[in-house]
């Protein structure tokens, strides 16, 4: 197949489009158990970026599911597959410049790992959104902890599906203990001097 | 499937972003044979959007196979897949704010329509990049008529795979009666008051 493809270079590489843009294009990789917070820390960074002028953009695990991956199950091949192309869409949005916030439950290193590996060094910063189990459960904003307490849903991450914490996440935001606006401070404060040019 | 997803809808809508970026996010989907010269005038109008100020990104049939598409090869059904998943990351740019422009055969009114549909009236702009398949096959930049006038690639559009022609593009570039420097200059002068907010 590679034999056939032929991959044209863009006439703007990404230091020139960094320079145009006013921005370093970083990937920023919230990581936790559903009912964490990720998306609703990813979509207060989000807005408090483009409030700051930047552009950035969100990718969140439901909205890829409605769209780009919507042919994927939730057998461990499909979500493995479901995170590869959620790495692919980082990777398109970061060569066209932009800030990516992802939200992904992501819950293996080694998809992580595998996916950060496609990025420069400090191109790529991972967010552990660490909550305690109990504390989504009880959460439960989805009803997905009961579906899957009840057999309703299988390999549910922190059910019956392991979920592996980041060993060296650049960051670690203990969102069962702060508040949003303070989560969200300590992130945009951790990651405001990366993105700047 | 479906009643595990929870979309969450961003702070900023479309139309706040079209605002911050000062740019109308319009999608401009180049179609046409191997070889007709999508790529090269892609590029070009990549730079020139961004010379002007304009966030652009162009999507290339060539680059998504080494990446979001490298599971798929070339049969009709992962051909299918391949315009399905290059139209989703068209979605992605696009909600995000930018100018894309894609190039992709996109050989069937169906799939290049199937993806119009996903998109507001005025935000998708089919241009057919429009170079007779003699002019095509004799540049043979990539080798690949070669291969396929000898049986060596199989389904090859223009050779034993149908190229359906657009009915009504908004736009057609004759590539093989023009510069281009000049096929950029219709493309552009086109484009140009569609992409101001």
Redesign the interface.
């Given at each position: 197949?590679a034999e056939?493809?032929?991959?044209?270079d863009?006439?703007?590489g990404l230091n020139?489009?960094e320079v145009?843009?006013k921005q370093k294009s970083v990937v920023i990789w919230l990581t936790g158990l559903s009912g964490s917070g990720k998306?609703?820390l990813g979509?207060?960074l989000?807005?408090k970026l483009?409030d700051e002028?930047y552009?950035a953009?969100?990718?969140?695990g439901?909205?890829l599911?409605?769209?780009?991956n919507k042919?994927l199950?939730?057998s461990i091949e499909d979500r493995n597959?479901n995170i590869r192309?959620a790495g692919?869409?980082c990777?398109?949005?970061s060569?066209?410049?932009?800030i990516v916030i992802t939200?992904f439950i992501s819950p293996l290193r080694q998809q992580r790992d595998a996916i950060r590996a496609q990025f420069k060094k400090g191109c790529f910063v991972e967010v552990f959104v660490n909550a305690s189990l109990e504390v989504c459960e009880s959460r439960d904003v989805?009803g997905?902890y009961k579906k899957a307490r009840a057999g309703e849903?299988k390999n549910f991450t922190g059910i019956d599906s392991p979920y592996e914490q980041p060993l060296s996440p650049e960051l670690i935001i203990e969102s069962d203990k702060f508040s949003e606006a303070q989560s969200l401070e300590k992130l945009y404060s951790f990651i405001q001097d990366l993105v700047k040019v």
């Amino acid at each position: 197949m590679a034999e056939h493809i032929f991959p044209t270079d863009s006439l703007i590489g990404l230091n020139d489009r960094e320079v145009l843009m006013k921005q370093k294009s970083v990937v920023i990789w919230l990581t936790g158990l559903s009912g964490s917070g990720k998306s609703t820390l990813g979509r207060a960074l989000e807005k408090k970026l483009l409030d700051e002028g930047y552009i950035a953009f969100l990718l969140d695990g439901d909205s890829l599911r409605n769209g780009l991956n919507k042919d994927l199950g939730f057998s461990i091949e499909d979500r493995n597959e479901n995170i590869r192309r959620a790495g692919e869409g980082c990777k398109l949005l970061s060569n066209a410049g932009l800030i990516v916030i992802t939200s992904f439950i992501s819950p293996l290193r080694q998809q992580r790992d595998a996916i950060r590996a496609q990025f420069k060094k400090g191109c790529f910063v991972e967010v552990f959104v660490n909550a305690s189990l109990e504390v989504c459960e009880s959460r439960d904003v989805k009803g997905l902890y009961k579906k899957a307490r009840a057999g309703e849903i299988k390999n549910f991450t922190g059910i019956d599906s392991p979920y592996e914490q980041p060993l060296s996440p650049e960051l670690i935001i203990e969102s069962d203990k702060f508040s949003e606006a303070q989560s969200l401070e300590k992130l945009y404060s951790f990651i405001q001097d990366l993105v700047k040019v």
